[in-house]
């Protein structure tokens, strides 16, 4: 992977592939760049495509103190190493940290937010960051990983046991820093009104109830939102062949 180092110092890491307009890739909770790789790889024939490792995960760095700023430091030294100005796609929190980007001036052309968790009334309670964040530092990630998935994504409970039994919980653990990151991006959160940025907002036709409302709403609340539904995504999954030709059609459009 390629590297390069934040504002703060942080050593963050990325992929680049393609040719063309830029998009930068910012995935959401439990994801690395390799989330978002087979979407940014339908687009890569007409774009250049970066995906990278948030801060706490994968082959990035988590310079403390964390905050929302620093995340969008990473995002602006991530366009600027595509030439100073991109277009984003942000997935989940992912969406929420680009928004956040933007109302602090990060030079995004136009972005795409897919199902970002704006809880619009219907969202976790507001200790929920601090009671990830003592988990984390009692040495219990493991229970950090669980809370997050039954409070934050809303799981059953035998679904999370079975996930605890699997083989990838492992590296579900190995990123449970970065959810009690994502916790406080999400948690009361809520869409910048003041974004004139053109925005798509998607959902997947098969994602949960509540995401696909809150697609919607977001793109209401913004002065420049668009909303579409896409087939497929099913629980809050992307589907790339039936997204990327939507994003590319948007992003062509400025």
């Excluded at 052309?109 to 200790?127: I, K, M, T, W």
Aim: with cysteine.
């Amino acid at each position: 992977m390629n590297t390069l180092t934040s504002a703060d110092g942080t050593t963050i890491a990325f992929e680049r592939a393609g040719a063309g307009p830029a998009i930068v890739f910012v995935a959401g909770a439990f994801n690395d760049h390799l989330t978002l790789e087979p979407l940014a790889g339908e687009l890569a024939g007409d774009f250049t495509v970066v995906t990278y490792d948030r801060r706490a995960r994968g082959a990035s760095g988590d310079t403390l103190p964390w905050s929302i700023d620093r995340e969008a430091e990473d995002l602006d030294a991530l366009i600027a190493e595509v030439g100073g100005s991109a277009h984003v796609f942000g997935f989940s929190s992912g969406g929420i940290l680009a928004l956040h980007a933007i109302t602090h001036g990060s030079a995004v052309s136009r972005l795409v937010c897919y199902e970002p968790p704006y809880p619009f009334g219907e969202g976790n309670a507001p200790d929920l960051p601090d009671r990830l964040g003592a988990l984390v530092d009692a040495g219990r990630p493991g229970d950090a990983v669980e809370l997050f998935q039954t409070e934050a994504i809303g799981l059953p409970a035998e679904l999370v046991a079975q996930i605890r039994r699997s083989p990838m919980f492992a590296a579900l653990e190995a990123m449970a820093q970065s959810v009690v990151y994502d916790s406080t991006i999400t948690t009361g959160s809520a869409p910048p009104t003041s974004v004139t940025t053109p925005t798509l907002v998607i959902n997947g036709a098969r994602t949960w109830p509540a995401l696909a409302r809150a697609a919607a709403r977001t793109a209401d609340a913004l002065p420049k939102g668009r909303h579409v539904e896409v087939p497929g995504g099913l629980h809050h999954t992307i589907e790339p062949a039936t997204t990327a030709p939507v994003v590319a059609e948007f992003l062509r459009e400025g």
